[in-house]
């Protein structure tokens, strides 16, 4: 815990959280010595940010190196109409001020590769708002290396899904332990997403964030949530650490460097 005190201005702005037992001055004081980085800044990535940023999450990393489309506005809210052409970093991080002072924003124009991760180094924890089985595998790679927790999320049409991943429990892999091969999933141009659905599973994804940051509550540790939009039904199906995981498993880290992480196969997974 840090000693970091609350100014009047920011006991008032955080009063809700300020008043409870789990999270009290303490739980916010941790909040904003915390940071954080999210990868994507799209439609997952648009309710993570927000409500890190309202709840006083005190550095956000937004990592994205896209710009507006317009057809990113059904769903992608963290932007408006007037930013189309912008960098999604440019107007993310606008929104992101604009909404809490209190917040620095660290904007990385940039494609995640094995060259740019090393700039998850600042960070406490790791929100994959991604939207390809490769960033996901390079994430999780490249955190599991760090020792830094990564809250999961992806959705397809109707579904989503989420789950956290920490030291000590198991991987991404240890639940996909493979990339689909590319050209075997449809691409984000051919698929279509509920506007709303993002919005759902970006804001189970800041849940878990808070949870970890505030050390409260039973993250979705070795356990992987589906969501239903269509029936607004949930299963949560276990998952369990795998020894042979090229990552987690006995024999150690072999994939940050050896998988290849290029290409654009942007898909969502199956519940395979
Ligand atoms: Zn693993």
């Given at each position: 815990m840090t000693d970091l005190a609350l100014d009047a201005t920011q006991l008032d702005r955080y009063s809700r959280h300020v008043v409870m037992d789990r999270v009290g001055p303490d739980g916010q004081a941790a909040l904003l010595d915390a940071a954080v980085v999210?990868?994507?800044?799209?439609?997952?990535?648009?309710?993570a940010l927000q409500y890190l940023a309202a709840a006083g999450v005190g550095r956000l990393g937004i990592v994205d190196d896209d710009r507006v489309e317009r057809s990113n506005l059904q769903r992608q809210i963290i932007h408006r109409d007037a930013d189309v052409g912008r960098p999604k970093v440019e107007s993310a991080a606008e929104t992101v001020r604009a909404l809490n002072p209190d917040v620095t924003v660290d904007s990385h124009e940039t494609r995640l590769t094995t060259e740019t991760v090393g700039l998850l180094d600042d960070y406490d924890l790791v929100v994959d708002a991604t939207d390809n089985f490769q960033s996901r595998f390079l994430l999780n790679d490249a955190a599991r290396?760090?020792?830094?927790?990564?809250v999961?999320?992806?959705?397809?049409?109707?579904?989503?899904?989420?789950?956290?991943?920490?030291?000590?429990g198991p991987c991404y892999r240890c639940l996909f332990p493979t990339a689909p091969e590319p050209g075997t999933v449809p691409?984000?141009?051919?698929?279509?997403?509920?506007?709303?659905?993002?919005?759902?599973v970006g804001s189970i994804q800041a849940t878990e964030a808070a949870k970890l940051l505030l050390g409260e509550g039973e993250p979705l540790v070795g356990r992987l949530l589906f969501?239903?939009?269509?029936?607004?039904?949930?299963?949560?199906v276990p998952y369990e650490w795998r020894p042979d995981c090229p990552v987690c498993g006995d024999g150690g880290v072999e994939c940050v460097d050896t998988v290849d992480y290029e290409g654009d196969c942007r898909v969502e997974t199956d519940d395979e």
């Open positions: 999210v990868v994507g800044a799209g439609g997952l990535g648009s309710p290396l760090r020792g830094l927790p990564v999961h999320g992806a959705i397809y049409e109707f579904e989503g899904q989420a789950t956290t991943l920490v030291p000590g691409n984000c141009a051919e698929t279509g997403v509920l506007g709303v659905l993002p919005g759902t969501y239903d939009a269509a029936s607004l039904e949930t299963e949560v």
